[in-house]
């Protein structure tokens, strides 16, 4: 808490308290710790003198800003039109088989989470997904088992 209060300051710092410092305080407080959860929301709404609501109508705008905890490495896998009829289902099932979760899960050490997200712009590279903010693209079965890998050794 003590950390999300020292960003709100920093960002205030930089921004003035105003509504315009939302959007770098949520950033700010994803960048630390990946989500953003009904605490900080209402301690940005005090800080910037605006309704809990309007914290959480923005948050929840971005599907990049989760309002619960998550894994330390957050699996996006688009689940657009382009991606799904390049095999994102067997790109799924791979990351699922790997991790031994399920779509909207995270591991029980908190290293993964895997989500869905709508077009990442790498249509024509597709099956593509990001962890945190790394892309990857032409993805495989085989692919998604080295990449899961070499992060399970960071
Ligand atoms: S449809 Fe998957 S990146 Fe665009």
């Not at 953003?36 to 003198?49: G, H």
């Not at 998550?70 to 791979?94: P, Q």
């Not at 290293?111 to 997904?129: E, H, I, V, W, Y």
């Amino acid at each position: 808490m003590a950390e999300v209060a020292k960003i709100i300051q920093e960002k205030i710092e930089r921004y003035g308290r105003e509504r315009k410092a939302l959007i770098p305080i949520l950033n700010g407080i994803v960048e630390k710790k990946n989500y953003v959860d009904n605490e900080d929301m209402i301690c940005i709404a005090k800080a910037l003198d605006i309704s809990a609501a309007d914290v959480y109508g923005t948050a929840s705008f971005y599907s990049f800003i989760e309002d619960k905890e998550v894994g330390k490495y957050v699996i996006r896998i688009c689940k657009s039109i382009t991606c799904d009829m390049k095999g994102k289902h067997k790109i799924l099932k791979a990351l699922e088989d790997e991790l031994r979760i399920k779509l909207g899960e995270t591991t029980i050490n908190k290293k993964f989470t895997l989500l869905q997200t709508n077009c990442l712009g790498l249509c024509d590279s597709g099956p593509a997904m990001l962890i945190n903010n790394e892309p990857f693209t032409h993805l495989t079965p085989e692919k998604i088992h080295e990449i899961i890998r070499n992060y399970r050794n960071k």
